[in-house]
């Protein structure tokens, strides 16, 4: 399923997104010596999880999720690079300037993967904009330099409405791995996992919850016009 | 943060009226209402580093949650389910109402300085 690229990046607006949706295949990378560069585009400021019991608040936050941030890319191995982009507003940006700040980066790195969320079937306004700024970014790149790229539908209908993806990576085998990488996000994982994690839950019973849902990472190729 | 104590908030707040001031006033359910639950709506708002002077300020409330009204000389802020409280670093005060998970709902912050943006 995982090809050999020559360098990966990884763009999503918030620090845990990365955990969630694509730790699995991050590892598959990096395990075959693979770069991967995650351009973080938010620190998650607007965050309504503060732990449980509560260890932050609106302003300790992103200092909070910055470290998180870091925790997990440490955990998986990857570099990150800081937008710097304030949480709940990318779809308030010029999309366009968004796309050339991202262009900078992809210039520079000039990978062989872009991995994205897929507009309008991401279901957090930012996910929308920054995965709609990403292809915008990647579209302007000249074809012979242009990556292939990857983008992620969560909505509850894009199978039905997008039809099968074209990646579908079962990463069971990453499992404890991306569980690690998720957990370094203590802020968050708990108003997260709230519906099926309990409290003083065994760490294989938990495993085995995240496991059921987040093991397969799934992805459309986007196709660009021309 | 910390439960509220309504004499010392009540205090803080005085402290701030009758000068230029800078708030943070925000309410959320979060991005993901709608995506757990179907019929949920997603509402939120907030406004970050509003600059107003405020001539009055009262904290009401009971039972551990609470109402704070802060009036302008052309019209009020207002928070509602304020449940904790607390002074940062940088001589912040922040007021915030968490639900049984830690989220938070609604916060109102002054400063006399602007909010980190």
């Known amino acids: 399923m995982i090809l050999m690229e020559k360098h990966v990046v990884v763009i999503y607006p918030h620090p845990d997104d990365e955990s969630f949706g694509a730790a699995g295949s991050v590892t598959q990378f990096r395990n075959k010596g693979i770069p991967v560069t995650y351009l973080c585009g938010t620190l998650g400021e607007m965050g309504r999880n503060m732990g449980n019991p509560t260890i932050a608040n609106r302003e300790t936050l992103p200092k909070i999720r910055k470290q998180e941030l870091l925790a997990a890319c440490n955990v998986l191995d990857m570099e990150v690079e800081m937008l710097g982009y304030h949480d709940k507003t990318l779809e308030f940006e010029d999309r366009n300037t968004v796309a050339l700040h991202i262009k900078e980066y992809l210039d520079k790195i000039e990978p062989s993967l872009v991995i994205t969320f897929y507009p309008d079937y991401a279901v957090h306004p930012d996910h929308n904009a920054l995965g709609a700024a990403a292809i915008e970014a990647v579209g302007m790149m000249d074809i012979e330099k242009r990556p292939v790229l990857w983008a992620q539908a969560i909505t509850h209908d894009f199978h039905e409405v997008l039809g099968k993806p074209d990646i579908i990576n079962d990463v069971s085998a990453e499992m404890d791995k991306k569980l690690e990488a998720i957990l370094c996000h203590k802020s968050q994982v708990q108003g997260l996992l709230s519906q099926f994690m309990q409290p003083g839950m065994e760490q294989d019973v938990l495993k085995q919850e995240v496991a059921k849902r987040f093991s397969l990472e799934q992805f459309y190729i986007w196709k660009f016009d021309e | ?117």
């Open chain 2, 1 to 117: 943060m910390k439960p509220v104590n309504i004499t010392e908030v009540q205090t803080v707040l005085e402290q701030y009226m009758n000068k230029t001031v800078y708030v943070h006033l925000e309410t959320t359910n979060g991005a993901y209402a709608s995506h757990v639950n179907q019929n949920a709506y997603n509402v939120g708002a907030f406004i970050r580093n509003a600059e107003v002077k405020f001539t009055n300020a009262k904290i009401v409330g009971s039972n551990g949650t609470y109402r704070v009204g802060l009036k302008l000389e052309m019209g009020w802020i207002y928070a509602e389910g304020i449940t904790d409280w607390t002074i940062t670093d940088d001589d912040q005060l922040l007021l915030a109402g968490h639900d049984r998970e830690g989220r938070l709902m609604v916060a109102l912050q002054v400063s006399n300085h602007p909010f980190r943006y």
